[in-house]
């Protein structure tokens, strides 16, 4: 492709000799535009974007070097021959930073600004023979690449079908292909999918085999699926079944692989239900943690599959000792939990005490050596002494401490022994408030507080309701936080969520028409309000309350 060239020059002799005398044809170049100052030159430029510019170097208006510059900005691969009769090294200086392909001193040769040209145009087209080869090799790659990506699901299959088959590779040998495949696992079970009912049979296939035009839907299925649990799993070869060789990145406890995986399992089963009417069962693995195990949790999972052949009571079964541990070492939690609920309203200080003790021994042997699952539900045990104050009291900030940082506390726990103590503590801090709390409110408050309850739906403000007794504000505000242990805001928050729950409990009222008849404009606002009180949303409470209807 010929290169493009603009001359520009304020002697016109000079101009027309170079775009009349240069053998361009020879030298591939084609003149496009020319120019007799630099304004009109640069407008050339910027026209044409040649490749190659031929100026000279002082000019009215805009001089070489500027236009220099220019195509050095605007085109940057172009080439920029100066013209000049100054052999001046400051001007040559320049001209080097400016990215100048050469100078030419007048009075000008033929030859010399030929060889100066051509030597351009071989740059030029040298530069364009490295990018050419550069967006081959970039191109080249990116398939290279894609192929790569493309074929690694089928070669990680090919792995654990292997390593299910009972090859033992070296650990050195089995890291190194682990590792270029994107492989990676803490521990490792096995999970078989086995048909159950086809309400699409296909002919000749086995009454139980999952055909492969649903195998490919469902493994993709279980591989969101798993990704949303935070582990992966790899479709492994079989003859009827599907089975997946489930990876778990960081090490768990044995309930919650079995959590993930339950919940995994189900949600699979419904998913593969819905979209293409088959019903499954899965049979799960212990877990393990070499791959070279594979072939023996494969075994074990079959086993179970075998064994426990159409039970369509247990869609999911996992190995028995599994079940036998779980017997013995779990007790009902939310049960618990419950009755802790309940002792709180009906139960002296010392009984709770005794209580607790039991209730942390619970947690205990639930949490299984979870730290963070036993911290979880400690917490559970702060927040519903909170909650239970808060609903007696209507007082959010009756303690030392905010509800965060009390949680930051129990996370903080060393040990179960401290927890024990510091829940023991906090218990009897609130049986004591509560044993202590009735008192009477002067008539100012007590006429207040009427008030709040009959206003809570209009914009009421402290300002609003000092005027109406003819009080000052901050008189008004320090009267009822001293006697109420509360807020004004929060004395119309509480009237306000009490009034919200009578309404939520009639089916007539829509949850989202409840917010702005108690004086929440902003639904999102009432739902945060209501969730920080209540400790449920306000849909919760209604659907928790419909329920006894």
Known sequence: MKKTVVVIDDKPLILQSIVQTVDWSRLNCTVVGQAMDGVEGKQVILDKQPD????????????????????????PRSKTILITGYQDFDFAKRAVRLGVHDIVVKPI??????????????????????????????EAF??????????????????VSELIGGSQPQDDDLAAATAELGIAWSRCSVLIVRSKQMFETVQGADSHSIHPRIRGDLTKLAQASAARREFEVIESYDRSDLVLVC?????????????????????????????????????????????????E??????????????????PVLFPERIEAAGEIGRFAIIRDLEEFNRMLEHASSDEMASHLEKFLEHIKAYSEGNILVAKGLLSDVCLAAARYYYRVTGDEFGFDKSIDEMLEDVYQLPNMRTASDYLSSFIQTVKHKLEGND??????????????????ADNISLTSLAEHFGLSPSYLSRLLRTETGINFVDLVAKARI????????????????????????????????FKKVEGVSPKEYKNKSKDSY
């Open 498 to 529: 009490e009034a919200a729950k009578r309404l939520l409990r009639d089916p007539r009222h829509k949850v989202n028409e409840v917010g702005e008849m108690v004086g929440y404009k902003e639904y999102a606002y009432f739902y945060q309000v």
């Open 109 to 138: 040769h033929n030859e010399e600004l030929q060889r100066v040209i051509g030597q351009a145009v071989t740059e030029l087209d040298n530069k364009q023979s490295e990018l050419s080869r550069r967006a081959e090799k970039d």
């Open 142 to 159: 990116s398939q290279l690449s894609e192929r790569h990506r493309s074929s690694l699901p089928s070669l990680r299959s090919k792995l």
């Open 52 to 75: 190659i510019l031929i100026t000279d170097i002082k000019m009215p208006g805009i001089s070489g070097l500027e236009l220099a510059e220019y195509m050095h900005e605007e085109l």
């Open 439 to 456: 008192k009477e409110y002067s008539l100012i408050v007590k006429k207040s507080m009427d008030y709040i309850n009959s206003h809570f």
């Open 247 to 295: 990876l778990f990145p960081r090490p768990l406890s044995p309930r919650e692989l079995r959590l993930k995986l339950q919940s995994f399992c189900h949600d699979l089963i419904e998913l593969v239900r819905q979209k293409h009417g088959l019903l499954c069962c899965m049979a799960v693995s212990s877990n393990y943690r070499k791959l070279q195990e594979l072939r």
């Open 297 to 314: 949790a494969y075994a074990e999972a079959s086993a179970l599959m075998d064994v426990s052949f159409f039970r369509a009571e247990e």
